[in-house]
């Protein structure tokens, strides 16, 4: 009896650590393609509900870059969205399209946040 139970507790402990350890390791943008050119400006697509979705984008460095969130009825934080290395922070709407100009970007990554931090997104810029 101790045993079985001891058995199910290491199980229960090993599939539990397995789920957290992946859970972070999983890659949620394969396949993605949020990034257009449109016009000689570089568009960057990101839903806003619940957190940002991808949580990570590729563009290339040297465009002239915009960054479109989509909202469709997002009441929580990742409605305010900041990206504090460009100054920039702003409220979005609970639904439609909001475009803000990130300007020329050389290579390197942007972090960007809800108003609380609490959900992430990050912008990797590549030559």
């Known amino acids: ?16 650590g397995a789920i957290l350890f992946t859970r972070g390791n999983i890659n949620t943008n394969v396949g993605v393609d949020n990034v257009s050119v449109v016009n000689g ?3 960057i697509g990101i839903r806003a509900k619940g957190g940002y979705q991808p949580r990570k984008s590729v563009a290339q460095a040297g ?18 969205v900041r990206i504090p290395s460009l100054g920039i922070s702003k409220i979005l709407p609970q639904s439609g399209e909001t475009d803000i100009d990130l ?7 942007l972090q960007g946040m809800c108003g609380m931090g609490m959900y992430r997104f990050e912008l990797e810029f590549k030559s």
């Open 41 to 43: 400006k570089q568009i």
């Open 103 to 109: 300007g020329l970007l050389q290579v390197g990554t």
């Open 63 to 80: 465009l002239p870059t915009v960054l479109r969130f989509d909202t469709n009825g997002t009441f929580d934080c990742s409605s305010s």
């Open 1 to 16: 009896m101790k045993l079985t139970v001891i058995s199910i507790l290491v199980g229960v402990v090993l599939i539990g």
